[in-house]
C-alpha cells in the first residue's frame, strides 16, 4: 500500500504578515494525505476521510506517491530566514 499527497494549483496564499490585497505567493495547496493500492483508491480514501473536501470549490486535484511510507518519521525542516 503506498501513501500518497493530493495539492490543487487552485486558491490563494500569502505569507505571513502580509496585508496585500493581491496574493503574495503562487504555489500549491495541500488538501490531503491518504493510502492506497493505487492513487485512485488513495483517492478514494482521502474523500471519505474528509467528506468537506466536495463542498469546496477547489476542482483540479493533483495526486503524487510519496517515496516512503513512513515519510511522516522522516520529514526534515528548513529556514529560510537562517540561510
Known amino acids: ?19 496585500a490585497v493581491e496574493s503574495d505567493i503562487e504555489n ?4 490531503g494525505f491518504a493510502k492506497g493500492n493505487d492513487a485512485d483508491e488513495a483517492f478514494s480514501a ?4 474528509n467528506a ?7 476542482d483540479e486535484v493533483v495526486c503524487l506517491e510519496l517515496k516512503d511510507e ?5 520529514k526534515r525542516y528548513f529556514c529560510l530566514a537562517h540561510i
Open 1 to 19: 500500500m503506498g501513501a500518497y499527497i493530493f495539492i490543487t494549483a487552485e486558491g490563494y496564499t500569502y505569507q505571513p504578515g502580509s496585508e
Open 28 to 31: 500549491c495547496q495541500v488538501l
Open 46 to 49: 482521502l474523500l471519505e476521510e
Open 52 to 58: 468537506y473536501l466536495l463542498e469546496t470549490s477547489f
Open 70 to 74: 513512513d515519510y511522516r518519521e522522516r
